[in-house]
């Protein structure tokens, strides 16, 4: 049995850092074990403009505790008006790595979202002739549709006729949560569509927010779905498939925030998201692909190197704290916190010091 396993450090291609207090709190968990990260746009106000990001992008860097090396990778807000040459020049000059596309109304801060593809066509148009990725939010907002029911719709409503309409336009479906999307994306054969997966999803169904009562700590955006969608992101995650790469989606809410009649999309998945990866992957009996997925597959269609460096994961139990507490007394649950892992990142980073 492999106790120990040592891996190219990973990347995290899909994550919420937010700003503030919130970032100088969540940052080191991520920069402790991840190289770089996709870095999400959805502050408020989004992340839109070229300034901003290389505003933000600053903000994150002074963040980063001392001994890390940790580059965070930028997204522009992709908005129904959004200059084409914005994109570009944020991309000219290496600060917008990609653009995230957010339909108006799909999931937390996306109100500046899009309302209508036809309004991004210029900057879809732009993106695809300077190879700029577009990382796609995949849900359908149109509320008469099954809140299960939205990825699927949307692969059929939008992402079919994205392809179609943009066919050397690289696109990300992200935090993919159903059978559908891992068929759609399995057989495109261009080399042109890729997928992230969250630990959540591979780890658990949708009755995990239902058990014995309701738990806003497992309501993300896209939602949990059914057992059978999620072995099949187990298959393909767990495939060595070049077009499937880790993204978190941890995305921090203060606990009030979450336990809420009115509870807030997102889970804070950054402290445990390596350990729960490993544990899916042991379980699969496919610890020899998870560095594929964790920290090659990804590189690989940003067209970057992998990292250098390493990062290893034991097999030893490990005990997840219930809170990560924020400045000023609020908290943030973490994913599997109050339980206890059976995987670990070596050396373990202590607790934040607040
Ligand atoms: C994310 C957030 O809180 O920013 N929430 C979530 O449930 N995943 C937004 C998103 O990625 O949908
Ligand atoms: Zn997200």
Redesign the pocket.
């Known amino acids: 049995m492999t106790d120990l396993i040592t891996i190219r450090r990973p990347d995290d291609w899909?994550l919420?850092l937010?700003d503030g207090d919130v970032l100088a709190t969540v940052l080191p968990y991520t920069s402790g074990s991840f190289g770089r990260a996709m870095v999400?746009p959805?502050l408020q106000p989004p992340v839109a403009t070229v300034e901003a990001a290389r505003a933000y992008r600053a903000r994150i860097l002074a963040a980063v505790p001392a001994g890390d090396r940790f580059m965070p990778l930028m997204t522009a807000y992709l908005c129904d008006h959004t200059p084409p040459d914005e994109l570009r020049r944020g991309h000219e000059e290496g600060v917008f790595s990609a653009v995230k596309l957010?339909p108006s109304g799909?999931?937390?801060?996306?109100e500046f979202g899009v309302t209508d593809m036809a309004k991004v066509a210029p900057a879809l148009e732009c993106m695809q002739a300077i190879g700029m990725p577009l990382l796609l939010?995949g849900?359908s907002t149109d509320p008469a549709v099954d809140v299960f029911d939205r990825e699927a719709v949307f692969l059929e409503r939008t992402l079919q006729p994205l392809l179609r309409d943009f066919p050397a336009l690289k696109v990300v479906l992200?935090?993919i949560t159903t059978e559908e999307a891992a068929q759609v994306v399995r057989s495109d054969h261009s080399g042109r569509l890729g997928a992230t997966i969250?630990p959540q999803h591979l780890l658990f169904n949708r009755n995990a927010i239902f058990t014995q009562g309701i738990r806003p700590h497992f309501?993300?955006?896209?939602i949990l779905k059914r057992e059978r969608h999620r072995l099949a992101l187990i298959q393909v995650a767990t495939s060595g498939d070049a077009r499937f790469f880790l993204g978190t989606?941890s995305?921090?809410?203060a606990r009030a925030l979450k336990e809420s009649a009115c509870g807030?999309?997102?889970?804070f998945n950054a402290p445990t998201a390596l350990a729960a990866y490993a544990t899916v992957f042991d379980q699969a009996g496919a610890l020899d692909r998870l560095e594929a997925f964790a920290s090659l597959n990804g590189p690989r269609f940003y067209g970057l190197s992998p990292n250098e460096d390493t990062l290893t994961l034991l097999r030893a139990p490990q005990a997840v704290p219930d809170n990560v507490a924020l400045p000023g007394g609020a908290a943030i649950h973490p994913f599997l916190g109050g339980s206890t892992v059976p995987w670990q990142v070596r050396p373990a980073r202590p607790a934040a010091p607040h």
Do not use: F, K, Q, V
Not at 106 to 110: F, G, K, N, P, R
Not at 219 to 222: E, T, V
Not at 264 to 267: E, M, Q, V
């Open positions: 899909h919420h937010r999400m959805n957010y799909a999931t937390t801060h996306s939010h849900e992200e935090h969250t309501y993300c955006l896209p989606d995305a921090p809410h807030c999309a997102g889970i």
